[in-house]
């Protein structure tokens, strides 16, 4: 069984740039959610989606947004890039998301400069 | 708001020695409780969990058990191996805010020969 895949790996842009990052989940699972992992904050939930619909936000701002398909997979955008949003951005995956078991995905490596 | 509290590391062991790391949470109400672990450059994995008081969670010679008198999830392996050198991070998932895990800053162990 495939596991959660997110593309890309490694992404290097500039101050003010947009980005795009994508996650395909588990088949069958249809909540995704996305945490932004930095050594200073630590793992913060940004967003989570459960059949195409944002059900939980969390404390970031407006620049970060995120998407899901019919297919369950996400997409998350952040706009006008700065250089503290340099970061490892996971996504997860699960079933129901009410249980907490969810899978995650080996993560996007952005570096902004 | 929910919070974890995780003891600071580095941990550093050598191998065959007890492992304990120590975790505190704050939640309103009846929250999951979980420790993923991440390896160099990927992902979370999920360890092992526990749903309500007193439940055990165990997994790979990892368990944690949960304490609601004294708001704890500590996780303990009777005998490291140098292969459980990781990031171990405690998390919670209330239901209250269902779909956001909290997670705490994480632990990084190092065991030696």
């Known amino acids: 069984k495939a596991g959660v895949t997110q593309t890309p790996r490694y992404l290097i842009k500039t101050r003010g740039q947009q980005v795009t990052l994508s996650c395909s989940p588990i088949?069958?699972?249809?909540?995704v959610s996305w945490y932004q992992q930095t050594p200073g904050q630590g793992l913060q939930f940004l967003f989570e989606?459960?059949?195409?619909?944002?059900?939980n936000k969390g404390n970031f701002p407006g620049r970060f947004s995120g998407r899901q398909f019919s297919n369950s997979r996400s997409e998350m955008n952040v706009s006008t890039l700065e250089l503290g949003d340099s970061a490892l951005y996971l996504c997860?995956?699960?079933?129901?998301?009410?249980?907490?078991?969810?899978?995650f995905g080996s993560g996007t490596r952005l570096t902004v400069v | 708001g929910d919070s974890v509290t995780q003891m600071e590391g580095p941990v550093t062991l050598s191998e065959e020695a007890f492992l304990t790391i120590n975790c505190t949470y704050t939640?309103?109400?009846?929250?999951?409780l979980f420790w993923y672990v991440q390896y160099p450059g990927e992902g979370l994995q999920l360890l092992l969990k526990?749903?309500?008081?007193?439940d055990k969670g165990s997994n790979k010679g990892f368990e944690a058990t949960y304490r609601k008198e004294t708001t704890s999830f500590h996780l303990e392996k009777g005998s490291v191996q140098v292969s459980d050198s990781a990031v171990y991070f405690c998390?919670?998932?209330?239901?209250?805010?269902?779909?956001?895990?909290?997670f705490g800053t994480g632990t990084r162990l190092q065991v030696t020969l």
């Open positions: 997860a995956s699960s079933a129901t998301a009410a249980t907490g078991g969810y899978t």
């Open positions: 088949s069958g699972h249809r909540s």
């Open positions: 989606y459960f059949s195409e619909t944002q059900r």
């Open positions: 939640a309103t109400g009846y929250p999951s």
């Open positions: 526990a749903t309500k008081a007193d």
């Open positions: 998390a919670l998932l209330n239901t209250g805010t269902a779909s956001k895990l909290t």
